[in-house]
């Protein structure tokens, strides 16, 4: 049986890997919403960001992770922010390049264990875990954050940058899940711009898809959006 979900208020529990269609497509932002909108529901949570590649200054000039912060703007559990941000990259571009300019050897093994320990030291309800560009970005010469979502063996939320061009990244994105094995939770639609062209009409096609591919999905358009979300 195919049932489409439209909800504005998902119901997540357990650990979610959050990836996209491509980088800069709004996953911090709509992690941060999650969040908060579970949070609300009374449930405990937090996200989780494993890898980050390009770090920002603090007032005391000290670097950290700006994604880790945003996407727990609204949690209720605090771990440490090495344990949000066990693996921080000074330089804002692939994980695999990035590591390589700071000497570091990444490994989905390793990148696992570390997002695993948090997992076992903090519990809560509900921890997302951010990836960092798409579903295939590298992180050494052979393995990609997809060998890290499979190892964690957590059900996948896909966020949908919507701008002309997105159905085929969409498409992309999903088949690849799809293949891995693991379960996409929830798609989430996100209108980068107010004046984004034919979003309700791209945003249609892909339901449609999605509803003859899988049996269950939950679907998120930005009206879960508030402006709070927008602003973190
Ligand atoms: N629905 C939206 N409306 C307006 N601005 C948005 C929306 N979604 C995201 N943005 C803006 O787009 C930019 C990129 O968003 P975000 O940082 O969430 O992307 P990302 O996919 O997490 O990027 P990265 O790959 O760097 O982790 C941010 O400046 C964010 O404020
Ligand atoms: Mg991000």
Redesign the pocket.
Known sequence: MTTILNTHQPALSGHYFVT?T?????????TANLVKALAEQGNSVYAIKPVTAGLESSDTGEPFSD?AK?INSFANVHPPIEAIAPICLRTPCSPHIAAKIDGVNLTAEQITAVTQQTLQDYPADTVLI?G??GWFTPINRTQTLADVAVALNCPVIV?V?VKLGSLNHAMLTLQAVWQSGLEVALVVF????ADTPFFDEQVAWLCDYISGEASQYQLVT?QF?SQDF?RC
């Not at 491509?22 to 709509?30: H, P, S, V």
């Open positions: 996209g491509d980088t800069e497509i709004g996953k911090t932002t709509t994604d945003r951010e960092a560009g966020v940058g996100n209108k980068l711009a930005p959006m927008l």
